[in-house]
Nanobody, 122 residues
Framework: QELMVESEGGLVQAGDSLRLTCTASIRHFRTYAVAWFRQSPGKEREFVAGISRGGGTTDYAESVKGRFAVSRDNDKNAAYLQMNSLKPEDTAVYIC???????????????WGRGTQVTVSA
């Protein structure tokens, strides 16, 4: 059973926007922080954005600040990543994860999705 499932990504052009959804089937979803990571071929998994249990605290990688926004709806067991002003360097597999607290280290997250490909063309 997949506990974290990302919505389909896609191919977009530079400057476009895209919204990803992460749907969780873990129990007590509202007690977990949620984060989005991304990974490109040959690169380590990179923290993108995170949101606390109640949504009151967020954290972003410097490379996406001002362009991306993370949110969640605990009643729907879902988290979202709104990506605006996309750049070719944003091309990666985007993966959502759930853990105890918002942290940039992947090891702090217990549940992971399989990821979804986002490709940004120049």
């Amino acid at each position: 059973q997949e506990l974290m499932v990302e919505s389909e990504g896609g191919l977009v052009q530079a400057g476009d926007s895209l919204r990803l959804t992460c749907t969780a089937s873990i129990r007590h979803f509202r007690t977990y922080a949620v984060a989005w990571f991304r990974q490109s071929p040959g690169k380590e998994r990179e923290f993108v954005a995170g949101i606390s249990r109640g949504g009151g605290t967020t954290d972003y990688a410097e490379s996406v600040k001002g362009r991306f926004a993370v949110s969640r709806d605990n009643d729907k067991n879902a988290a979202y990543l709104q990506m605006n002003s996309l750049k070719p360097e944003d091309t990666a597999v985007y993966i959502c994860a759930a853990g105890g607290v918002v942290a940039q280290a992947p090891r702090r997250y217990a549940y992971w999705g399989r990821g979804t490909q986002v490709t940004v063309s120049a």
